[in-house]
């Protein structure tokens, strides 16, 4: 069990990590909008340019700020119930959401978007708007990454959630 916390903890610390990151991205996606709504609205001026910034920005921060989240356990749920169950329930529920849906979702989605990413790298793909991101290749790249990280987080949940099983909280 010692091995799987500390591996639990290295997946914990990237995705701290990886979060702090992102949320420097936050603040520069913030300032992008607001260079373009003046652009916009005081001088009736928009480049495309900057409009595919915004959300090359937004999907970097939605991909690779998914495991961070989870890390904190700030994603949405329904917790109708969940919030009633005591710690030992809560961690069955973790376990099995985890191991059903989390991580067969997140391979899916790594193995399909894996060749989706190698193609678009082959050709170099790039915006189809002129004046556009030249590089939209790298934006897809994160597609995979984001859910790799998820997943690990993922893995991460489910540790503790065997170590809560096991051992409940007093």
């Known amino acids: 069990m010692v091995i799987l916390e500390r591996l639990a903890g290295i997946i914990d610390s990237i995705n701290e ?11 520069g996606l913030v300032v ?4 373009d709504v003046i652009m916009r609205y005081l001088f009736n ?4 340019f900057v409009q595919e910034l915004e959300w090359h920005m937004f999907a970097f921060l939605f991909l690779l700020g998914a495991g961070y989240t ?14 009633q169950f ?6 069955w529920v973790n376990l099995f959401g985890v191991v059903f849906f989390l991580l067969p979702g997140c391979y899916l989605i790594i193995s399909v978007s894996i060749p989706w990413v190698v193609t678009a ?8 708007d002129p004046g556009g991101i030249p590089a939209r290749f790298i934006i897809k790249s994160f597609v995979p990454i984001g859910f790799i990280l998820l997943m690990l987080q993922g893995v991460s ?8 099983i096991i051992f409940p909280p007093c």
Do not use: C, F, M
Request: no cysteine; hydrophobic share 40%.
């Open 70 to 83: 989870l890390l904190h356990d700030q994603h949405v749920r329904v917790d109708l119930l969940y919030q």
């Open 45 to 48: 001026n928009s480049y495309v």
């Open 157 to 164: 949940l489910g540790i503790n959630s065997i170590k809560t």
């Open 86 to 91: 005591n710690p030992k329930t809560k961690a």
């Open 17 to 27: 990590g990886v979060g702090k990151l992102v949320s420097w991205v936050s603040l």
């Open 121 to 128: 790298y082959e050709i170099g793909e790039i915006s189809p």
């Open 32 to 35: 992008v909008v607001l260079i």
